[in-house]
């Protein structure tokens, strides 16, 4: 396909960066231990999560195809861009600080057997929707890569493919637990309930370190492109 190494060369680490969200996991986790039918709903949580992902993509290329979608680069087009790449990186750093001083939890207790038995799969799909919806660290790093894809020469295909591999990994804290106890059963499950207790006592310190890394990386590449 015409362009697309170069331009999953430009998108693969914000890809990666909206992949790093310990916030999704942790609530799909909680998801899949909690109530019944857990693997169904969290498939539903899944399907949520992707349909947000998309909702902000599609505005994202909505938005961006008046900076010229397939005009040959100029000095507006890459202000345009080092000013996304710039303020998304404040917002990280502003993020990070937030999470550092954020407390982080104790450990979860133990299960009981009184949960409800009624398996709210609608309601599994809508905490989906709204998880991705108020999740700033994704959307502040899929908003750069929506941006570098609408306004690449790439072929069509390439965006689609690019578009894709993006929705994926922003969707992988929500789709790769469902997945894991899929396939791997009992055993797949035991190591999902200890990543759980890791991560709900090391989120925020998590989520503080994805910030910092991905703000350095967009405000280093903003900076790029003003000169």
């Known amino acids: 396909m015409n362009g697309l190494g170069p331009l999953l ?50 505005l994202g290329i909505v938005a961006f195809q008046a900076t010229g979608r397939r005009a040959a680069p100029s000095p507006e087009a890459r202000t345009t861009s080092a000013v996304i790449h710039l303020v998304a990186a404040a917002l990280l750093l502003a993020m990070a600080v937030k999470s ?27 905490l989906g929707i709204g998880i991705m919806a108020a999740n700033v660290t994704t959307v502040v790093l899929l908003l750069p890569a929506t941006h570098a894809i609408t306004v690449s020469r790439a072929g069509t295909g390439a965006q689609a493919v690019a578009c894709a591999v993006l929705a994926l990994a922003a969707v992988a804290p929500a789709l790769l637990p469902p997945l894991f106890v899929t396939l791997g059963g009992e055993a797949g499950r035991r190591r999902l309930d200890r990543t759980a207790e890791f991560l709900h006592l090391h989120q925020h310190r998590i989520n503080a ?10 405000g280093a590449t903003g900076a790029l492109k003003l000169y």
Do not use: I
């Open 9 to 58: 060369v430009r998108v693969g680490p914000l890809a990666v960066g909206a992949a790093c969200s310990p916030a999704v996991l942790l609530v799909q986790m909680l998801v899949l231990t909690r109530g019944t039918a857990r693997v169904a709903r969290a498939w539903l949580f899944t399907l949520g999560t992707l349909t947000m992902t998309a909702v902000w993509m599609t």
């Open 100 to 126: 550092f001083y954020t407390p982080e939890g104790e450990v979860a207790p133990e299960r009981t057997g009184s949960e409800d038995a009624t398996p709210h799969y609608g309601k599994a799909f809508v």
């Open 209 to 218: 370190v994805v910030c910092v890394a991905f703000a350095a990386y967009l």
